[in-house]
């Protein structure tokens, strides 16, 4: 069973918050998609349990524990989650907090961060308190560098590529494998995902795995068998591999 869910389109900055920075959370009963929509205010999405994602164009981010996502007010995005997850977000005000960034961009949730967003869901906290957290929590905030995106390929001429990986992200074809399967040459194909993906088959196909992995490692598979469903011979390459994908190892996105 999935729930699909309708949100309106809102121009930046249309709607007043009622205060600088406002929280919300909910755990979902079933799996759930969020249909395009936009929001008036800037949006800090990250997860409390599971993995998630937020979609903007042909862009996928994953969102974790440990990886949030900003999403500046009125960009047009949609997103999904998995039953049992428990999905995080802090809504800033357009007008009283200035963007990190003109389009979305990760942001890791340290224990600093975490604290100070949990702070302002305290009930009976003073107005100079939350004043003082909220000034915290925007000097907390920075981009970074890490990141859980894919580039999806828009072109019919790739499609069976990217869904056949999509699907299956254990699937050991190569590049070679691809160019006899569409009959054009591996020149061919190399260009065509540099192009629409700005990468590399090789390290496309590691983002996609990466991707699926994180969400297997939030429902609490362990790496070894997290390694095998997605293409990998042994859990050591598999760690390799997705820290030079992420930044990060396999441990960090293990279900608490």
Do not use: K
Not at 191 to 214: K, P
């Amino acid at each position: 069973m999935r729930e699909v869910r309708t949100l309106p389109v809102v121009a930046a900055g249309a709607v007043e918050l009622p205060s600088g920075i406002l929280g919300y959370d909910e755990a979902v009963a079933c799996d759930t998609t969020w249909g395009e929509h936009s929001h008036a205010f800037h949006e800090l999405l990250w997860n409390e349990r599971g993995a998630s994602t937020a979609v903007v164009g042909s862009r996928v981010w994953t969102i974790t524990p440990s990886l949030g996502l900003w999403m500046p007010a009125g960009t047009l995005h949609s997103g999904s989650a998995v039953a049992g997850t428990w999905f995080r977000a802090g809504f800033f005000g357009f007008h009283t907090t200035p963007s990190i960034s003109d389009v979305p961009v990760t942001v890791e949730i340290t224990p600093l961060l975490r604290l100070l967003l949990e702070r302002l869901g305290e009930p009976g906290l003073p107005a100079d308190s939350r004043a003082t957290t909220e000034a915290m929590i925007l000097d907390a905030l920075e981009p970074s560098p890490r990141e859980l995106l894919v580039q999806a390929p828009t072109s019919a001429f790739l499609r069976p590529v990217a869904d056949a990986l999509r699907q299956n992200p254990g699937d050991q074809r190569t590049l070679a494998d691809w160019a006899a399967e569409l009959g054009v040459s591996t020149r061919t194909v190399t260009r065509a995902f540099n192009a629409e993906t700005g990468t590399s088959f090789a390290r496309w196909v590691a983002s996609v795995r990466a991707q699926h992995a994180v969400a297997l490692l939030t429902r609490g598979w362990d790496v070894e068998a997290v390694a095998e469903q997605v293409g990998y011979r042994s859990a050591s390459a598999f760690g390799a591999a997705f820290r030079r994908t992420t930044g990060l190892t396999p441990g960090a996105f293990r279900a608490r």
